[in-house]
């Protein structure tokens, strides 16, 4: 099975403030890989699909890179509405795993 | 599309639990559908999905106790696993998986809890 090791687990920041996570896969998934954002008491939110292609409706402050086992995601503007937690997912052979996940909080 | 998912709250060790999402808008194929649960305070876990035509995949380590399965005449998917203990205590959550492995709308979620 595929490992995902996302980091950092918790992170806080200031509104303004470029925010970076990564995630790595425990071996080549190309360019499987997909962010999500998920608020208190909600359900996730798709924000990154295919490692980098933004999902309709998200803003562009938000975008991710990478490929193989190695991905980025950032916010390049932290909001204060931001505060959350990411994930990033992998999917192979159709099977699906998450990361644990980067809290983020304001500074 | 909208998901709207129902089923037990609260269950004793060893009972089943069951789970249905109802698909609202759009086609129910070609897509599959997922369930991902969400222990208190932890992080995602995928349990497994199946296609419009029954086809399914699990997560190895629930496969011996997960079954999903589908109701096309009714746009409607099911989640039961047996043998629940504490452990499986969660939020679990229905989804739509688009392409090859995204999950693009989700249900409201439940919270499932097991205690004697």
């Known amino acids: 099975d595929i490992q995902m090791t996302q980091s950092p687990s918790s992170l806080s920041a200031s509104v303004g403030d470029r925010v970076t996570i990564t995630c790595q896969a425990s071996?080549?998934?190309?360019?499987?890989l997909n962010w999500y954002q998920q608020k208190p008491g909600k359900a996730p939110k798709l924000l990154i699909y295919?490692?980098?292609s933004l999902e309709a409706g998200v803003p562009a402050r938000f975008s991710g890179s990478g490929s193989a086992t190695d991905f980025t995601f950032t916010i390049s503007s932290l909001q204060p509405e931001d505060i959350a937690t990411y994930y990033c997912q992998q999917y192979e052979d159709l099977r699906i795993t998450f990361g644990q996940g980067t809290r983020l909080e304001i500074k | 599309v909208q998901l709207q998912q129902w089923g037990a709250g609260l269950l004793k060790p060893s009972e089943t639990l069951s789970l249905t999402c109802a698909v609202y808008g759009g086609s129910f194929s070609p897509y599959y559908w997922s369930w991902v649960r969400q222990p208190p305070g932890k992080g995602l876990e995928w349990i497994g999905h199946?296609?419009?035509?029954?086809?399914?995949n699990y997560d190895p380590s629930l496969k011996s106790r997960v079954t999903i399965s589908v109701d096309t005449s009714k746009n409607q998917f099911s989640l039961k696993l047996t043998s629940v203990t504490a452990a499986d205590t969660a939020v679990y959550y229905c989804a739509r998986r688009r392409g090859l492995g995204l999950l693009d709308y989700w249900g409201q979620g439940t919270l499932v809890t097991v205690s004697s």
């Open positions: 199946i296609s419009h035509g029954g086809s399914t």
């Open positions: 295919d490692a980098s």
């Open positions: 071996q080549d998934i190309s360019n499987n």
